[in-house]
C-alpha cells in the first residue's frame, strides 16, 4: 500500500502521506514515494501550486523509531533516510511554484522541517510542534537547524531544541514559525483560498519571487541587482502588461495607448 497518494486537481497538485497508522513517520519508503512525488511535479506543466498535506492525526511525527531501531545499522539507516528526504526537500524548495503545508496534526522531528520546506503553512488551532529530537539523542535534521532560526530567530530555536520544547499553534503563529492558525473545521477552506491567492501572479512572477527570496541576505547590492534583474524581466510578458494596463485603467491612470 502506498504512503503517498499524488493528485491533481485545475492545476493544483496535493501530496498527502497516508501512513495515518504510523503517524505518518518519515519511513525509507515514504521518503522515497514523496521523493518521486516531487520528481514527476516538476516535470509536468500543468500544476500552478503543491498542497502539502497528511491523513490522521498527525501531519508528521518525524522519523519512523520503529524502523529506526530495528535496522542492522543504525547510523547507515539515518544516512538513507536523509539523503532521500533532504533531496526530496531541496527539491520542494525549488519548485517555482507555491507551496502550501495544510497541517493539521502534531508536527515533530522531520516533519518540522517538511512543513518548513513550504512558502506558507496554514494550521489548525489544536496542532502542537515538539523538537523530539533531544529524547532520541539525535540532532535536528530535514533543514529544520536551517529554517528554523530564520523563522523565529536564533536564540527561540536553540531554546526550542535544545530544551526539547512543544509549542501550542498560536506560539508556532507569534514566533513566526507558520503563516497563519484556524479552526481545524475551517482549515480546508482557508488552504484553498490562499492556494488561489498565491498562485494568481503567475508561474513566472511566483519562479522569480522565490528565487529573490533565497538570496542571500548579506550582500544588498547584489541582491538589488537582482530585483532589477527580475522585474524588468517580467515586466516584458503579456500577462504584466495586461495586468499592468488594466489596473491603470481601473485607477484612472494614462497609459501610452492614451485608454
Known sequence: MSDVR?????????????????????????SAELLAAVDEISSRDDVDALVLGAEGR?????????EMAASPDMSQYLADLTEIMHEALTRIRALPIPVIARVQGA???????????????????TVRLSAAYGELGLSP??????????????????EFFLLGQTWNAAQARDYGLVTEVVP????????????????????????????LLAEPSDDYGRRMDAESQAISTLAGSDLAKERVIQFAQRSGLPNRQGE
Open 184 to 211: 481545524a473545521e475551517a482549515l480546508d477552506e482557508r488552504v484553498a483560498e490562499v492556494v488561489r491567492r498565491a498562485h494568481r501572479p503567475g508561474t513566472a512572477a511566483v519562479a522569480a519571487m522565490k528565487n
Open 141 to 158: 535534521d530535514c533543514g529544520a537547524s536551517v529554517l528554523l532560526p530564520r523563522a523565529v530567530g536564533e536564540r527561540r530555536a536553540r
Open 6 to 30: 499524488l493528485s491533481n486537481s485545475n492545476r493544483i497538485a496535493t501530496i498527502t502521506f497516508t501512513r495515518s497508522d504510523k503517524l505518518n513517520a518519515l519511513s525509507l519508503g515514504l
Open 107 to 125: 508536527v515533530a522531528g522531520g516533519g518540522l522541517g517538511l512543513m518548513l520546506s513550504a512558502d506558507i503553512a496554514v494550521i489548525a488551532d
Open 58 to 66: 498527525a501531519f508528521c511525527a518525524g522519523g519512523d523509531v520503529g
